[in-house]
């Protein structure tokens, strides 16, 4: 795990502090990921392989438009 400059050690103390699971509080998945903002280049916390690529997708306003417009032609948009 040498990837981001977070070293072993960080990752498994933040690890220990989510109990091995991801840091989106409504997921049940193993941690796996170190998550950063990429504007500032902090670490906010460990997330599972999906709520990752999530997270960056849901960081583009761009993206989330066009998903949301996705749903919403094809009926699908919940609230
Ligand atoms: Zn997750």
Same mark, same amino acid.
């Given at each position: 795990?040498?990837?981001?400059?977070?070293? !072993?050690?960080?990752?498994? =103390?933040?690890? &220990? $502090? !989510?109990? *091995? !699971?991801?840091?989106? =509080?409504?997921? %049940?998945? $193993?941690?796996?990921?170190?998550?950063?903002?990429?504007?500032?280049?902090?670490?906010?916390?460990?997330?599972? !392989?999906?709520?990752? %690529?999530?997270? *960056? &997708?849901?960081?583009?306003?761009e993206?989330? $438009?066009? =998903?949301? *417009?996705?749903? %919403?032609?094809? *009926?699908?948009?919940?609230?």
């Amino acid at each position: 795990m040498r990837r981001y400059g977070v070293d !072993q050690q960080m990752f498994d =103390a933040m690890y &220990f $502090e !989510q109990d *091995g !699971q991801c840091a989106v =509080a409504s997921c %049940v998945r $193993e941690a796996k990921c170190v998550d950063h903002d990429h504007v500032t280049g902090k670490v906010r916390g460990l997330l599972c !392989q999906g709520c990752n %690529v999530a997270i *960056g &997708f849901l960081e583009s306003p761009e993206w989330m $438009e066009g =998903a949301h *417009g996705y749903l %919403v032609e094809h *009926g699908g948009e919940r609230r």
